[in-house]
């Protein structure tokens, strides 16, 4: 189908041609923008009254500029244009001037009757195509002016010379999936709120910054076996080399998986192993530190250790039943094990 005639489905892949250069990007014809920079436009920059839309790309792999996509929350992080020693709007396509602008009118008190549609991108790594990743608004409901825009430094080399750049913080709004072609045409021709097509969560944060955030709270994620198992050899020697240490001793290994666990959780305090003739079900009881100083606080938990062959059936139902079973009120459990579990089973 024809770039140019296609909604935008949030998190559908977009591509072009595979000649290996600026051919191969999606969004000229997509949304009629230039093929240049992060920031993409309709209409004349760097005004907020003359912009009509704004393409923002980001391909997510610079470690100086981690942008970042929050989906549990509906929040995206973007690093600002200003990537060399330069003053912090005197950057070549006005982007960082184009953020001051947006974040400016966000925070003002007067009521706009126009604002420039955003839409996010984020590249793949295949040729150059794009994840429609949704339509946003700059801010969000809990961040006031000196939190959602904030002009930070850095040091460029080889002369260690300090300069600014933008960190900004932007919601997506919960618009049903798609973004229809006919509001695109609408936005192209300047009546992007006129139109019929406008998705309402866009128009209410228009005319009461109201925030309605596109939330994807992760899905509980059940390993599989060989998820939860060593892939590399020499991980699958470390551990068959702990099997077999204390496969004859379980009570000796309770010991070790107290250590085991700390490496991975260093605020574990002193375990009190239980005795062996006074075993209720945990292995270990003790405490785990949140926080620190005077206002951290420590929380129980109760460990269950199990030194199973990692070749073996692994920890089935009954044993993690038994661990579940004997957790009291705020308690949480950690079971360690030299094998598998099928948490599957419990789900």
């Known amino acids: 189908m024809n770039l140019a005639e296609m909604d935008l489905i949030v998190d559908h892949i977009y591509g072009d041609s595979r000649k290996g250069n600026a051919s191969d990007d999606p969004l000229p014809r997509l949304l009629g923008v230039d093929n240049g920079a992060g920031f993409r436009h309709l209409g004349k920059r760097p005004g907020i009254d003359t912009l009509k839309l704004l393409a923002l790309k980001s391909n997510f792999n610079d470690p100086d500029w981690p942008d970042h996509l929050d989906i549990e929350n509906g929040l995206f992080t973007y690093y600002g244009d200003n990537k060399t020693v330069r003053s912090i709007h005197d950057t070549p396509r006005q982007g960082n ?3 001051c602008n947006l974040f400016e009118a966000r925070h003002s008190s007067i009521s706009f009757d126009h604002f ?12 150059r195509d794009l994840r429609f990743l949704g339509l946003a608004v700059p801010g969000a409901q809990t961040l006031g002016p000196d939190d959602d825009l904030v002009a930070i430094w850095r040091t460029k080399s080889p002369n260690n010379v300090r300069f600014q750049n933008y ?21 192209k021709n300047g009546n992007a709120v006129s139109s019929l097509y406008a998705p309402k969560p866009w128009l209410e944060w228009l005319s009461g910054r109201k925030y309605s955030p596109l939330y994807a709270p992760h899905s509980i994620d059940i390993r599989s076996k060989e998820q939860q198992l060593p892939h590399s050899t020499e991980d699958h020697k470390i551990l068959s080399l702990v099997h077999n240490q204390y496969r004859n001793d379980p009570f000796a290994f309770e010991t070790a998986a107290v250590e085991i666990a700390r490496l991975f959780m260093p605020d574990i305090g002193q375990c009190d192993i239980t005795r062996p003739w006074r075993d209720g079900g945990r292995d270990a009881v003790d405490a785990y530190r949140i926080g620190t100083g005077r206002s951290a606080i420590e929380v129980e938990f109760a460990l269950e250790a199990k030194c199973y062959d990692p070749k073996g059936k692994g920890v089935g139902v009954k044993e993690l039943s038994r661990l579940l079973s004997r957790l009291r009120h705020r308690q949480f459990g950690i079971l360690v094990t030299t094998s598998y579990s099928f948490l599957s089973s419990l789900h």
Do not use: A, C, E, M
């Open 97 to 99: 001037q184009i953020l």
């Open 116 to 127: 420039p549609v955003i839409l996010l991108f984020g590249g793949t790594g295949q040729y």
């Open 167 to 187: 960190k900004s913080i932007f919601t997506i709004l919960n618009v049903p999936v798609v973004i229809t072609r006919q509001w695109l045409n609408d936005v």
